[in-house]
């Protein structure tokens, strides 16, 4: 299974950008699909998280009410939509596939090439 995340941009403060990560193979309901940021030289960071089955969602608190998860089943795509963008939100974000719930990189066994999002002052 290969994840292909894609959507990243250069946008000023304030503006919105949405993210999408392209499954090659059949997501399943006992999955989860999550995406991650991480800045260079620091360590990579949760961000949100989707159950694939029912659709229940988790945020980090510092992207709590601006950032949405979403996935389309047909499409086999998850979707990060991030509102009110801060220059903190600039990040390298990559999308990643866990057996069960996580918010610890490590449990997370595929992930996909990673997409650059900036967010200017």
């Known amino acids: 299974v290969q994840l292909q995340a894609s959507g990243g941009g250069l946008v000023q403060a304030g503006d919105s950008l949405r993210l999408s990560c392209a499954a090659s193979a059949r997501t399943f309901s006992s999955h989860l699909m999550g995406w991650f940021r991480q800045v260079p030289g620091k360590e990579r960071e949760f961000v949100s998280v989707?159950?694939?089955?029912?659709?229940?969602?988790y945020y980090a608190d510092s992207v709590k009410n601006r950032f949405t998860i979403s996935r389309d089943k047909a499409e086999n795509t998850v979707y990060l939509e991030m509102n009110s963008l801060k220059p903190e939100d600039t990040a390298i974000y990559y999308c990643a596939r866990a057996n069960s719930y996580s918010q610890t990189p490590q449990d997370y066994n595929i992930w996909g090439q990673g997409t650059l999002v900036t967010v200017s002052s």
């Open positions: 989707i159950r694939w089955g029912t659709g229940a969602t």
